[in-house]
Structures are given as structure tokens and as C-alpha cells.
């Protein structure tokens, strides 16, 4: 080999070199600046009566439910951002005057936050477009505490919970499961999948969205008078129904069983189907 080539073969193998530790030094940076952007939690855990409520209103963010172990309800909250500052969204939690407990994510000085939801006068300083501040609550109940979850940006989950769920969000999915119930959920841009071992005592269920499918499961058991639509989709069944009006794939209304329950399934842009749960 030529002095030349090996004077080559030498620097490309400490560009190589340099390359591999800017790209990794790259790496690392991102990774850390990611887990930087991510600590700042929020966390409250308590003890709650059976039949309770458990309240989570967010704005920027999805909210997870789980089953808790330790008897108790334990809530926590991760901001997440890239240009936003995260001491301009503040955490709230409070207990109503009937044991319910309301935690809130707030991102304007003048907003509050009840059992109803959040309130506000408007936009304030600390909002604006790049503000990207976003919230990520995780919920853990024991058996016997209801759930009531509402959210605007951001997808909803809930899985092994054992009692009644209310879930509502505007731009996310909602997926929702309770060996008990009911289970209440509403959107507009999403998908929503419910699943319920029972409707207890509800006289009204309501599952609405725009754009997504609707699937909702149901045990053997089940009762109700009935409302399917649907514009760009089709309606299906595993339940027995006896047919009101005309028959038609994209609308079905009638009763099953007993019809002790009103349930009205809507959408728009895709389809509903109704299963019964194993």
C-alpha cells in the first residue's frame, strides 16, 4: 500500500471516529433533554368513600385509569413540553363538601376548577400557541370509587376498574373498561370502545363521536331501548333486537330484552358495533 492510501484510509477512519461520537454525543443530549422535559410531576393519594367520585379535568393531555392496591386513590400528574414553560400550567386538587375529590390542570391564572369542570374569563398571557404544555394523569382507584374524566386534547383509558365511568374528551380516543359500571363516554375526533360487566341502575347511556367507530360490549343480560347511526359506516349486533321502523344498515332502532335501559350510539365518519361480552 502507498504512504498516499494509508495517509487516506487514516483519515477516513478518524472522520468515521468523530462522526460516531458527535452522532452519539447527539443522542445522548436528545435522551437527556427528553427526561428533562418530562420531570415535573404532580401527586396526591387519599382515602375516599365507596361510591365516591374520583374527578380528573385536564385540557392538554390524556388521562390512564387503573385499579389501586393499596386501598386508596392515588393520582399522578407529568408535564411534558418542548417551547412552553411548565410553571404556567399548575396543578389543583380539592375535596367537595359530598367526599368527591377534583384534581385539575390549569393553564391560566384566572381559571378555577370544580366538580363541574373548569372554569375560565378567557385567554391570558400564559396560553398561547407555543405554549405546548401538556399533562399526562395517571388514576389509580379501589374497588367502589366512580371515575369522572374529562379532557379536550388527549385520549382516555381505563382498565380494571370495577365500577361506574364517565369519560369525555374532544380530540382523542376513548377505551374504556369496567367489570361493573355503567360506562358513559363521548367525543368528536376519535374512536370510542366501552366494556361493562353491568349498567347498574342508568336509565340513559349516551356513546357519540364524529370521526371514529363506536364498539360497545355488553353482558348476555342485556337490556334496553335502542338507537344506532351512523352516516358513513354500518350497524351491527349480537343481540337479538326487535326492529322499530324501517330496517336499515346504517340506522337501527328497537329493543332488547327487557328495554329497561335508553342507549343512543351515534356517529358519523365510521361504524357501530355492538358485542356481547365474554
Same mark, same amino acid.
Given at each position: 500500500?502507498s504512504?498516499?492510501?494509508?495517509r ?16 452519539t /454525543?447527539?443522542i445522548?443530549? /436528545?435522551?437527556?433533554h427528553a427526561q428533562?422535559?418530562q420531570?415535573?410531576a404532580?401527586?396526591?393519594s ?8 374520583a ?6 393531555? #390524556?388521562?390512564?385509569v ?13 408535564k411534558?413540553?418542548?417551547?412552553? $414553560?411548565?410553571e404556567?400550567?399548575?396543578i389543583?386538587q380539592?375535596?367537595t363538601v359530598?367526599g368527591d ?10 381559571a378555577?376548577?370544580d366538580?363541574?369542570?373548569i372554569?375560565t374569563?378567557?385567554?391570558?398571557r400564559?396560553?398561547?400557541?407555543? $405554549? ?6 395517571t388514576?389509580r382507584?379501589?374497588?367502589g370509587?366512580?371515575?369522572?374524566l ?5 385520549a ?5 376498574v ?9 380530540n382523542? /380516543?376513548i377505551?374504556?373498561v #369496567? ?15 366501552i ?5 347498574? #341502575?342508568?336509565e ?7 370521526n ?5 360490549e355488553?353482558p ?5 331501548q335502542l338507537?344506532m347511526s351512523t352516516?358513513?359506516g354500518?350497524?351491527s349486533?349480537?343481540?337479538?333486537i326487535?326492529?322499530?321502523g ?6 337501527l332502532?328497537g329493543?332488547?330484552? $327487557?328495554?329497561?335501559?335508553?342507549m343512543?350510539i ?5 361504524s ?7
Open positions: 500500500m504512504v498516499a492510501s494509508s487516506t484510509t487514516v483519515r477516513t477512519r478518524v472522520l468515521a471516529l468523530v462522526c460516531a461520537v458527535v452522532l /454525543s447527539a445522548t443530549t /436528545s435522551v437527556v428533562r422535559e420531570d415535573n404532580f401527586t396526591w387519599g382515602t375516599i368513600g365507596s361510591g365516591k367520585r374527578l380528573v379535568k385536564n385540557i392538554n393531555g #390524556s388521562i390512564h387503573e385499579r389501586s392496591t393499596s386501598g386508596k386513590v392515588e393520582i399522578t400528574a407529568m411534558q413540553w418542548r417551547r412552553g $414553560n411548565p404556567d400550567v399548575r389543583e380539592k375535596m359530598n375529590v377534583v384534581v385539575c390542570a390549569l393553564w391560566t391564572d384566572d378555577r376548577c366538580e363541574n369542570g372554569h374569563e378567557g385567554r391570558h400564559n396560553w398561547s400557541d407555543r $405554549n405546548d404544555v401538556s399533562v399526562r394523569f388514576v382507584v379501589p374497588d370509587v366512580r371515575v369522572d374529562t379532557t379536550v386534547n388527549g382516555l383509558e381505563v382498565n380494571g370495577f365500577n361506574e365511568v364517565r369519560a369525555a374528551t374532544v382523542g /380516543s377505551n374504556a #369496567s367489570a361493573g359500571g355503567p360506562v358513559r363516554a363521548t367525543t368528536v375526533n376519535g374512536s370510542i370502545h366494556s361493562m360487566g353491568s349498567l347498574g #341502575s342508568a340513559d347511556l349516551e356513546y357519540e363521536t364524529t371514529g367507530s363506536v364498539t360497545v355488553l348476555a343480560n342485556f337490556g334496553a338507537e352516516v358513513n354500518r350497524v349486533t349480537d343481540f337479538p326487535t326492529v322499530s324501517t330496517l336499515s344498515p346504517k340506522h332502532r329493543t332488547v330484552g $327487557n328495554g329497561a335501559t335508553r343512543r351515534s356517529t358519523v365518519n365510521g357501530i358495533t355492538l358485542r356481547k361480552r365474554e
